[in-house]
T-cell receptor, first 118, second 111 residues
């Protein structure tokens, strides 16, 4: 099992450029999440997908879009990158069973994508 | 406002010593509390999970405590090893898909 994989690992963009961050999990999890991690701040939720076919905004969704392509894949798109979007982006997944035990909501994280916008 | 605060921000200890990291939270509703370990350049990995009714939980050399009345948790690391050098993040789950993350404590273990 690879767990949660993310591509690319590093990316440098110029202001205004667009890109898509890819995330895939092979644990048959229902829920997937995109976070950003900035120095001195806790991880902040950008978007999440409770199940295949659904997506919802998190705490900091502005400037981002997501697609839950299928149960395995959840992508994050920056349409017009800005320097404020320089960050490390993490994808996570949970089994996400409604009414499940606490262990079913353990988040498994990918290795992260380090994005710099110049 | 839901908040998770951790202290200290950073800590340096000698290999073999013990240490305790603190987490205070003001989160409602409260579902559970987790401690994650994040190695440099990697994603966080879950260490322990504690529900409202649990006071103490151990995972090897890691022992987490939870006082739901005072809304405080601690992570105690026994006989530290160089591989314990990492950031330790306290996370409170509030609602089905809402996780409130602390800013972490950066621990460095010196030989």
């Amino acid at each position: 099992n690879a767990g949660v994989t993310q591509t690319p690992k590093f990316q440098v963009l110029k202001t205004g450029q667009s890109m898509t961050l890819q995330c895939a999990q092979d644990m048959n999890h229902n829920s997937m999440y995109w976070y950003r991690q900035d120095p001195g701040m806790g991880l902040r939720l950008i978007y999440y997908s409770a199940s295949e076919g659904t997506t919802d905004k998190g705490e900091v969704p502005n400037g981002y879009n997501v697609s839950r392509l299928n149960k395995r894949e959840f992508s994050l798109r920056l349409e017009s990158a800005a320097p404020s979007q320089t960050s490390v982006y993490f994808c996570a997944s949970t089994l996400g069973l409604a009414g499940g035990s606490p262990s079913t909501d353990t988040q498994y994280f990918g290795p992260g994508t380090r994005l710099t916008v110049l | 406002k839901n908040q998770v605060e951790q202290s200290p921000q950073s800590l340096i200890i000698l290999e073999g010593k013990n240490c305790t990291l603190q987490c205070n939270y003001t989160v409602s509703p409260f579902s559970n509390l987790r401690w994650y370990k994040q190695d440099t350049g990697r994603g966080p990995v879950s260490l322990t999970i504690m529900t409202f009714s649990e006071n103490t939980k151990s995972n090897g050399r890691y022992t987490a405590t939870l006082d739901a009345d005072t809304k405080q948790s601690s992570l105690h690391i026994t006989a530290s090893q160089l591989s314990d050098s990492a950031s330790y993040i306290c996370v409170v789950r509030s609602g089905t898909y809402k996780y409130i993350f602390g800013t972490g404590t950066r621990l460095k273990v010196l030989a």
